[in-house]
């Protein structure tokens, strides 16, 4: 049992809803309350966070983790609204957290100032996010995720313009059709099961006659195709570049967080509904995912290479990770999922730091190159030359271009996978668990993950240094961009926590096995929700 206090678990929920609901009440001019208390938010949440991921790592009599359910009205399992806490879902709590404190302190600057509500909508975000994460319950995996997509629908439309309103209208109208396909798949689910309890569907599916299995089966595949458009997956990303690109800064650097709630998804519901549990279902989809993730490998890394805005490039890098990480998850095998999980952690916090990099970088670009360079884009598309304000943007930071170049270096080692940064430490587990000597064989899938892994990194290291001479190397008459602390301390915070990771390798990736043979081995995730029983009388609610 978690120690006192008892409803801590809920905490990164109630957090950022009360805290963005009280947001609602002051008028937009009272910037500075509405910063300070957005930002005590996040940050209180971030250290809730950690101290869950440590109670679950190390929560077990033997400091072998635990799996704590947190009972919402103090209902029975499976009746009740479940809240899960275990290795995985504490790892995504941290992350979001350690994104979101940057990413709003860098949209104090001057972004949060381009629409109403931005606080609000990106606190109901935090909540929406942190809830799927939690959630034990397919029904409110729902809830939580239209939660985070109807805020995230206002922050793609934050701030003006042609194409960030284009865009962000196709962003809206694929992921409304990708709820449509959730409930879809879910009602089918449930007209079999009877459940939408994640743990007692992990025992239902392995149950099933012949006549319900193709009706669950086919229900499931419904909704893994909608988490897969969330996880930008090929074909059904084509969305994504364009409407990351077009977002602001901040909020692109939040959104890298968003497709891994797809890649979250699939990798929990597969493990747990077509694993060892599922009985004469084992290895449902994962040819299929092992491939759509190849493919979205080889679409992002020609994506990056097309590429000449710096903001296309990094929304084809996101997909570059999606397609890593969908194929470690169809590869199914312990060792290449921990190596991914690590992927996971250090490519989203990269491309995070990316995005809010690039809008400092091109402040100090000739707007007439930034023209140029997205006319040469395949897609032809239109780009909007933002007017900076230099009473917003303040005083320059001494050597900018400097601290610019160094931050672009140590992405570009990110984005590449090249040592001695985590990305290559990540790339380089994986790669060793799939080619173990000793295991039982070496399959040939290895080959085709390992070629696509070193192709993608080829590619990235390829697009980013194009990138980089043509940013600081090539202007003739370079303009040296106005860039305050509070700026450009976000991306050397987030860079740092890569650096952080690289030192800390060993109990990282640690954690990472454990995480992982958790996810493979599910028993006591289910146990501990089935077993959750109702609570003796008194305060409402508990954690079991």
Known sequence: MIPSPTHLLIAPILIPLA?????????????????????VACAAMLAVSILLLGRAHTGGPGGDGSVYVYLLGNWPSPIAINLVLDRLSSMMLVLTAVLALPSFIFATARWEKAGTHFHSLFLFMLMGLNGAFLTGDLFNLFVFFEVLLAASYGLVLHGSGAARVKWGMHYIVINLAASLLFLIGVAMIYSETGTLNM??????????????????????????????????????????????????????????????????????????????????????????????????????????????????????SVLISSGTLLAAVGFAEDGVTAGALFYLVTSTISISALFMLIELIERGQDPAANVLAVTLEAFGEDSEIEEINENEVGLAIPETLVVLGISFGICTLLLAGLPPLSAFLAKFAMLSAMFDPEASGIRSSAWWLASFLIFSGFASLIAMSRAGIRSFWAPLEGVVPRVLLVEIAPVAALLLVTVGLTVAAGPAMRFMDATAGDLHKPNAYIDAVLNAVQAAPGPRGGIR
């Open 19 to 39: 805290a963005g609901a009280l947001l609602l009440m002051f008028d937009e001019r009272e910037r500075r309350l509405k910063d300070t208390i957005t930002t």
């Open 199 to 316: 743990a007692q569907l992990a025992v239902l599916m392995g149950q099933l006659d012949t006549q319900s299995r193709p009706i669950a089966e086919a229900g499931a595949a419904i909704l893994g195709v909608a988490f897969m458009i969330k996880a930008g997956i090929w074909p059904l990303n084509f969305w994504l570049p364009n409407a990351y690109a077009a977002a602001v800064a901040p909020v692109a650097a939040i959104f890298a967080i968003m497709t891994k709630v797809g890649i979250y998804v699939l990798l929990r519901l597969t493990l747990l509904f077509f694993g060892i549990k599922a009985g004469g279902s084992n290895g449902f989809g994962a040819e299929l995912l092992f491939l759509a993730g190849l493919l979205t490998i080889l679409f992002g890394a020609i994506g990056v290479l097309a590429s000449q805005a710096l903001g296309r490039l990094a929304g084809y």
